[in-house]
């Protein structure tokens, strides 16, 4: 049962303009959600959170937004740099456990 | 290094026998979690413990998944009998307390079974 979904596989963009990454859960129960980035050979790394009690969250060059009425939260990344090359992945934590759900990710390529 | 460690990092095995892996977690952080990846997915979480406590081990694939923290610091998950089909990265991560929802994971063992 996919209860976190990154329907984009892979994303390219032109260093210095924006990243969008997009995701869409189906559970209701979920009330926080992570984006963490991978590099190969490498576990995933945190990046930013957000609570289901905000609807924006900013740290430098990525904001996270959440949209609770469609299900949908976005990762945008401004400006983008080669460095964030990586897959994205997408989380969601219910509120009565920690069983955490991944989405199946999405490569980013950002070309200088 | 004072990150999440798993050992070993690649492991290769003829279908039928047992494995097992070791991780490591952050040295404060009491919660530790296990996942499975597969190729082309996120990770999928297996079960997690509170100290030595194995809090939730309902996700663990079948009876031949097995996972201890026996004194609340590294754990280890074995796998019993191995099939082909439980080829896939295993990640472990850790966090800090019951209200920190950010884990930190390690590299993982890549576990190959022919």
């Known amino acids: 049962d996919q209860q976190v979904k990154q329907n984009s596989p892979s994303l390219s963009v032109q260093e210095g303009r924006i990243s969008i990454l997009n995701c869409d859960y189906t559970?209701?129960?979920?009330?926080?959600f992570l984006w963490y980035k991978k590099y190969p050979a490498e576990g995933p790394t945190f990046l930013i959170s957000i609570s289901s009690i905000k609807d924006k969250n900013e740290d430098g060059r990525f904001t996270v937004f959440l949209n609770k009425s469609a299900k949908h939260l976005s990762l945008h990344i401004v400006p983008s740099q080669p460095g964030d090359s990586a897959v994205y992945f997408c989380?969601?934590?219910?509120?009565?456990?920690?069983?955490?759900?991944f989405g199946a990710g999405t490569r980013l390529t950002v070309k200088p | 290094d004072t990150g999440v460690s798993q050992d070993p990092r690649h492991k290769i095995t003829k279908r039928g026998q047992n494995v097992t892996f070791r991780c490591d977690p952050i040295?404060?952080?009491?919660?530790l979690y296990w996942y499975r990846q597969t190729l082309g997915q996120g990770p999928e979480f297996l079960t997690y413990?509170?100290?030595?406590?194995?809090?939730?081990k309902s996700r663990l694939l079948s009876d031949r998944f097995s996972a201890e923290r026996p004194k609340g610091s590294f754990s280890t998950l074995e796998i019993q009998r191995t099939e082909q089909g439980d080829s896939a990265m295993y990640l472990c991560?850790?966090?800090?307390?019951?209200?920190?929802?950010?884990?930190?994971f390690g590299p993982g063992t890549r576990l190959t079974v022919l």
């Open positions: 989380a969601a934590i219910p509120y009565n456990n920690n069983d955490m759900r």
């Open positions: 991560a850790s966090s800090l307390t019951e209200t920190d929802n950010e884990q930190f």
């Open positions: 559970n209701s129960m979920f009330d926080y």
């Open positions: 040295s404060e952080h009491n919660r």
């Open positions: 413990f509170q100290n030595e406590a194995q809090l939730e």
